[in-house]
């Protein structure tokens, strides 16, 4: 105990009670979430280790996905439900991007625009995390 | 669902990923105080602050401030390791406001505290981590990570995050710092400190599913005193204040924060 006075001994006892306890009640919160039924005509995105939608068995990041295509002039209803254990966020160029968004594990976010402009937008994740690169692909094609 | 990858491969792999980078940028930056004001490398660490707070209160998803008033417990709960982790550390490390000078009355302590307070926010990582392994349907463990850049981009960070640790060392613990013999030593410890929670997280994550976002928010908070002990000495020292002295402090500052900008380019 040359290095570590007893100050700093309780401080790291405290932590390790309080990080035992964190790990209890978030286990046991993340038990009782479940996904969001889909909506008739809105697009459910379930993000998790896997990317969006299973990103990682769709060739991401060579390839896009997942990809919402849509007519001009319609309003786009996308829910995002985050069903990993670390936050996730989602932004959509042009459409979804003047604010940061994060969705906590177990929570979802319903984002709604009228898609004006025609073109091909990207979607993906705006937080670092340790699956990003698999939520950095997604497209939005307004046609 | 079965896991994919199996537990001692991606735990090792982890723990390479995470000890081995950690302790390269502790030598280098502590290499480099040889040669560079501690000052100087205070404002590159805390450079590199900026951005590893930004990207902590991201992973606690921003202390669920998305959620309005409506978050309840969880939100309370969240909001409340916050303020935890602040106390904690600053209670921790009595010395805090005291009026002695970097380098003088100081010892090995504020190092150790920085590192438990930079290492924290590895329990969150690991957990990820630990999660995605048992969770992926890759069988690849570069895959399950997103590929070579977001793989590089985890290195890097792991690079420079334990600069933070390193500048601290250099500035509160000089005389420690100068001496050839025990200053390896110390660096281990340091990493040592660095890689526990991390490696705590990605051993239970692995088996246990909970949310992550407690631990960054825990995180977010310690990294104040990180944040409180790289910038002390900023507003200390012995040159006189001029504009070309402001002037190169803030470069170094903006140095740290382009590092790891540029690391973070990787992952995007």
Known sequence: ?143 | MMAMLGFAVSFLAWFASTAIPAFVGLVIITGAGKFVRPKLLAAFGFGILLWFFLDTIGGSANLYVNLGFTGGLNQFAIFALFVIGVILLFFADHKMFSGDAPGESFDFRIPLLVAIAVGVHGLGEGTAFGSTAATTSSTSILQAFGGVSAGVAYLLHKVLEPMMIGACYVVYSQARSKKASGWLKDLLVLTVLFVIPSLVGAATGYYISYDATYFFALGTGTSAYAALRLARPLFMGSVPATSYESLKVGLWLVFGFTCIYLAALFHS
């Not at chain 1, 896997?50 to 002039?73: A, C, E, L, R, Y």
């Not at chain 1, 940061?100 to 091909?120: E, Y």
């Open chain 1, 1 to 143: 105990m040359a290095l570590l006075d007893r100050r700093v001994f309780v401080a790291i006892l405290v932590a390790v009670v309080v990080v035992s306890a964190i790990i209890a009640v978030a286990f046991d919160l993340n038990q009782s979430r479940s996904p969001p039924a889909k909506q008739p005509g809105s697009f459910l995105m379930i993000a998790n280790a896997n990317g969006f939608n299973d990103s990682i068995d769709h060739g991401v990041p060579q390839n896009s996905w997942p990809i919402i295509t849509v007519q001009k002039g319609t309003t786009v209803t996308i829910t995002v439900y985050n069903s990993d254990v670390v936050a996730h966020g989602f932004q959509v160029v042009h459409y979804f991007d003047s604010s940061i968004q994060t969705i906590p594990p177990g929570m979802s976010l319903k984002v709604t625009f009228v898609a004006n402009t025609t073109g091909a937008f990207r979607i993906y994740c705006s937080i670092f995390c340790p699956v990003h690169g698999f939520m950095q692909s997604g497209e939005l094609l307004v046609q």
